[in-house]
DNA sequence: CGCCCCTGACTTTTT
DNA sequence: GTCAGGGGCG
């Protein structure tokens, strides 16, 4: 017999589902669709198998029907149109995420069982191996290959379909993170995968042009999210009505047997095309390769859609195909051209009510779209509709295409068209119909038009958050940044909360003094606390300011960066060599340490010298008040040999640099004076966080009317334990009497919620205006409550893989139903985690490791002092003879390298002239323990990106040393790597990510409380937690855990006091893992 | 000289 | 509970 089967749908169990996806709905769509053979999805859910088991009973062999009380309960809500038979067959689909070839594979594969027993057997397995109770389609870190190996292992009959071969991100194909070919995915086992899904963004055409699917049956499903979407794909069958008939049209392809497809328009798929959807740029295939697949808005990649994947993996041209071909007929449904008849949204109550009308006289939807005649759709429609049918048919179908994740956008007729046979007569014929139809009471038809929420464009994105976008002016600005922009000619403190568009505002302000001439580009500094927040001012008035020499001109530095400048500029003045070097941290450990006697902390002196030095202290000095703790003549020893240390060997520490420049400036008038006259121009970011040395440089700088400009957040100070005082930015308006200042409070980055919460956090401390977004979202954070700090972890890791691959491709069903911020598309990249202390990380990185989810961790090693790195940099400052290289009390040696005198000479000769990176690829080959070094993983990764860093310094091998002694780890993080980030609450400083988790937030640990003696800082501990939490977009999980193992010792802490602090209303409590109650579908249908 | 074992440390860390 | 580094022993 002829049949349409539809073998790939979900059940109300999987994420992102309607919830009225039960059998019930199943057997009713089904028969209003046409649809004989439905699968059952989910059935390794055991919520869902036990339904299956309770509802369903045997039909012919492998395949269910629901039971005759049920069925007959619903045989009532369908149209006596459309009743038929419905059979069901075992079926669920997988996400497998996992490592092969050194990348992350997601990859979404359809199983089918014959019977129950099979499908206990594959559940069991699959139960062993990764979580299958909580998601209908579970996400497990299981290799497609040895899936399908536990699949064929349950039973021979049991098979495996790779679903929606091309989708970017979770297929067998997918140009984010599947194969390029079924071999390379199944590897040994290929031969058993005999069909193939080609999914709603690619017809069997495209897949035609791909000869490494010849011999592959092209099948078509719905993937139905909910049961309205049922059939939207479908095949065609002409068998007898059994699992294993079905199974061997697939197998053999046999085209009596396997008719073909019902197809979606591939244009109307929501992966059809390549884009950025938060951009709103679509491009074509040739468009993408045109940029090179970057963004020309944001300059991230843009996701590489359907049409491209298949075009780079085809082998044959547009229009060839293989002998073996399934007919295929392409469909809109039927409610898409009803509401581009009636010109609502295909939701529409109107729409629905046409829908079920036509489906009442006409019978099931495929038989009106595929085959019923004219006159009859006429008749029971409107020439309007046969029309549309009739250019559907025809494939006389405009679309624009869908791309990343939005879907295409048909179009049947030009507006006069339709007026054309609007105007002949009413659309339908049939009165508005108050008969009462069993299915639904019928609404009064709205008369306003479409509803706006549905179809409104998303609100638009703040221009902040697209830097690629230069500003064509300052419109873009709200009235206090543009104030703060436009002020000039005076000192000006900016209070800037997080999210207020703080460097947007700084870099706009600069490029007006420069645009209007009001400053010479050289008479501008930007002082900045990392590299990191240089760079990004640099890149962004690189975007406002046209002109590359003036940029060029333009001072932006770090603290240290221009200090180092300003050394190498007045060494003479400073009587210092013009080449010196940067003592690094590990080297400072390992000469303080040499320094102080056993039995002293040698942490603590090193904190010491570092304070001393903060406030402008060389052992000469007096230091005595504020070094505490250790006995001062032991101090005045320990520091005064560090210094001759350092002398000795041509070496300055991180605070030498302020601390030297300080006092040439304020000791010398000229030089004062000649860079006060330099820079007339000056701002300052971050001012809450600089300490006294830090200060006294800006002070030196900028006299009291100059037109200094800072900016900061006093709630964001957290390095207090580093010497960064909050005073000094509360001192400014003494300081500088002139002063004009605002305060930004609008927030461009968070929900309402999250601001309220973190306000809330801050409490009396708060020291800015209150912030606002109008930004809707969540109406809550979600607090979680774990057992052990390891399912603290684990939770994290399942939280985001349902966030990642719960919703990504077909979420249009929910994405309709749930607005907001709820069901966003998220890559991995929009994800931190944070915790207080490195220890935590620990545990948290190895459930990422295990879940093969992508993560970077902002550790605290920076480049320059690991393992291997600092060895080839010791090399190069021995073969520069540069400071640092020769420890005259063999201080600085590496142990690694052991070069002699005239192996060293050699050397010398063979590399001069060499580049930086030409001589550290010499130095990897010539050094024993670096070569044995080169095999490890880690190391390579080191070292590229050590050369990477080396290339813009060309021969300069000092600046090229000066350089990466300033660079941080933060300085590494990348925002474009489709990674989850891994840090600490400080790292997480000026940084935003859509979605955050912050673990462990519990007394001891937030706030932190060193030992027991010695109480937190509450203070700068909740303000911590307030840049943690001001992070976060949209989205912010909070945890807990009520015993934690750190440092050796099991604690059982309460819960964080700063929880307390969150209104109950803005807190969603969560006990994971206790398996939430549903509540229990009711057969409701419309 | 090298290896192994023991011992203590184990917040946050823009440069 | 882990890991690095120092000291001691072979």
């Known amino acids: 017999m002829e049949f349409i089967a539809d073998l790939h749908i979900h059940s109300h169990l999987s994420r ?113 191996i990764g979580n299958i109770h909580s998601d209908g389609r579970p996400i497990l870190g299981l290799d497609s290959r040895d899936l399908l190996e536990i699949v064929l292992e349950a039973s021979e009959d049991a098979f495996l379909i790779p679903a929606h071969i091309w989708t970017p991100w979770f297929s067998a194909l997918g140009s984010k993170s599947g194969f390029d070919s079924l071999e390379e995915c199944f590897g040994d086992l290929t031969g058993h995968i005999f069909a193939a899904e080609t999914g709603l963004s690619s017809d069997p055409a495209m897949n035609w042009r791909v000869s490494g699917l010849d011999g592959i049956t092209l099948v078509s499903n719905s993937d139905a999210h909910s049961p309205a979407k049922l059939g939207r794909e479908a095949n065609l069958f002409d068998t007898g009505l059994s699992y294993f008939d079905i199974k061997d049209a697939l197998k053999t392809g046999d085209p009596t047997r396997f008719l073909g497809t019902i197809e979606f328009f591939p244009a109307e798929g929501k992966y059809h095309f390549d884009g950025h959807r938060k951009c709103g740029v679509r491009l074509s295939p040739a468009e993408t390769r045109q940029c090179n697949g970057i963004c020309p808005v944001c300059g991230k990649h843009v996701t590489v859609g359907v049409m491209y994947r298949v075009e780079e993996l085809a082998d044959r041209r547009e229009g060839e195909g293989p002998l073996r071909r399934h007919p295929f007929t392409s469909l809109l449904p039927l409610t898409d051209i009803l509401s581009e008849c009636l010109r609502v949204g295909p939701q529409s109550k109107k729409v629905q009510r046409h829908y079920h009308q036509l489906l009442r006289d006409l019978g099931p939807e495929f038989d009106i779209l595929r085959k019923m005649s004219a006159e009859r759709i006429t008749h029971a429609g409107s020439p309007l509709v046969c029309e549309a049918i009739k250019r559907m048919r025809n494939q006389d179908v405009h679309i624009a295409p869908g791309y990343d994740g939005e879907f295409g956008k048909i179009r049947l007729f030009d507006d006069d068209e339709r007026d054309k046979f609007t105007n002949q007569q009413s659309l339908f014929q049939i009165p508005r119909s108050r008969k009462k139809t069993s299915l639904r009471k019928v609404e009064k038809e709205p008369s306003r038009p479409a509803k706006a929420g549905k179809h409104a464009p998303p609100a638009p994105i703040p221009k902040d958050k697209n830097p690629g976008v230069p500003a064509s002016s300052m419109l873009n600005l709200n009235p206090l940044q543009e104030e703060a922009v436009l002020h000039t000619g005076g000192p000006f403190l900016i209070m800037a909360g997080p999210g207020t568009g703080k460097t947007r505002t700084i870099t706009e302000r600069i490029a007006r003094l420069l645009s209007h001439g009001i400053a010479r580009p050289d008479q501008v500094l930007a002082v900045t606390f990392t590299n990191k927040a240089a760079e990004e001012m640099e890149k962004r008035l690189d975007l406002r300011v046209a002109n590359q020499d003036i940029l060029k001109h333009v001072t932006i530095r770090t603290f240290h960066g221009l200090c180092l400048d300003i050394m190498h500029q007045e060494a003479e003045a400073l009587k210092t060599e013009d080449i010196f070097g940067i003592l690094g941290d590990v080297d400072r450990r390992r000469l303080i340490k040499s320094l102080v006697p056993g039995g002293c902390d040698a942490q603590e002196v090193s904190d010491a010298i570092s304070a001393a030095k903060q406030f402008l202290f060389l052992p000469e000095d007096n230091w005595e008040k504020i070094i505490t703790g250790i006995p001062h003549n032991l101090f005045a020893g320990i520091y005064r040999g560090y210094q001759e240390a350092l002398r000795e060997n041509l070496v300055f520490d991180f605070d030498d640099l302020i601390l030297q420049v300080v006092r ?105 205006g209150p912030l606002w977004s109008g930004i809707h979202g969540d109406q809550r954070i979600t607090i979680s409550e774990l057992p052990t700090e390891k399912a603290e972890a684990e939770l994290v890791v399942k939280t985001i893989e349902t966030e990642v691959g719960g919703i990504s491709h077909f979420s249009m069903d929910s994405r309709k139903i749930d607005t907001g911020a709820g069901t966003k598309e998220r890559g991995f990249s929009d994800f931190a985690v944070m915790f207080r202390i490195n220890g935590q990380g620990k545990v948290i990185e190895e459930a990422f490791e295990r879940s093969g989810i992508p993560y970077q961790r902002i550790g605290k090693e920076r480049l320059a002092d690991r393992k291997g790195i600092s060895d080839i940099l010791y090399c190069l400052r021995m073969l520069e003879a540069l400071p640092g290289g020769m420890g005259n009390n063999g201080l600085f040696n590496s142990k690694q390298v052991d070069w002699g005198k005239s192996e060293l000479e050699r050397l010398k000769a063979r590399l001069e002239g060499l580049s930086v990176e030409e001589k550290i690829e010499h ?146 409590h969560e006990t994971p893992f206790s398996g939430k109650k549903r509540r229990d579908m009711q057969l409701k249908l419309f």
């Open 923 to 1068: 130095i990897l080959k010539e050094v024993d323990c670096l070569r044995d070094l080169s095999k490890e993983e880690a190391f390579k990764k080191d070292v590229d990106q050590l050369l990477s860093f080396s290339k813009s310094f060309g021969r300069r091998v000092p600046a090229f040393l000066a350089h990466l002694a300033l660079q941080s780890e933060t300085d590494l993080h990348d925002p474009r790597a489709e990674k989850v980030t891994l840090m600490t609450l400080h790292a997480a400083k000026g940084l935003e990510f859509p979605v955050i988790f912050i673990c462990g937030c519990e007394e001891g640990l937030i706030p932190y409380q060193h030992n027991h003696d010695e109480a937190a800082d509450d203070c700068e501990e909740r303000r911590l937690f307030y840049v943690g939490l001001t992070r976060a977009g949209e989205k912010i999980f909070l945890s807990r855990v009520k015993k934690r193992l750190l440092f050796g010792k099991t604690l059982t802490p309460s819960p964080s006091r700063f929880l307390k602090d969150i209104d109950q209303d803005l807190k969603e």
């Open 16 to 128: 992102a589902t309607a919830r009225n996806l039960d059998l019930e709905h199943l057997y009713l769509w089904a028969q209003l669709k046409g649809i004989t053979v439905v699968g059952t999805g989910d059935f390794t859910h055991p919520e869902w198998l036990s339904e299956i088991r309770t509802k369903l009973e045997p039909a012919e062999p492998g395949l269910f029907k629901l039971k005759d009380e049920i069925a007959d309960k619903v045989a009532e809500e369908v149209h006596p149109s459309c009743r038929t038979e419905v059979r069901f067959l075992l079926s669920v689909e997988i996400s497998s995420i996992y490592k092969r070839g050194g990348r992350v594979r997601k990859v979404h594969n359809v199983v089918y069982a014959p019977d129950l027993e099979t499908a206990e057997k594959i559940n069991s397995r699959l139960d062993r």
């Open 664 to 768: 040439l400036l304020e000791s010398s008038e000229p030089i004062r004076k000649k860079y006060q006259e330099r820079f007339s121009f000056i701002s300052v970011d971050e001012y809450q966080d600089i300490n006294h040395a830090q200060y006294r440089l800006i002070r030196a700088l900028a006299p009291a009317d100059k037109d200094l400009c800072v900016i900061g957040d006093p709630n964001q100070a957290i390095y207090g334990f580093r010497g960064s005082d909050v005073r000094y930015f509360h001192a400014f308006k003494k300081d500088y009497p002139e002063v004009k200042s605002i305060c930004l409070t609008q927030n461009y980055r968070s929900t309402e919620t999250i601001l309220k919460a973190s306000t809330q956090v801050i409490g009396r401390t708060n020291t800015n």
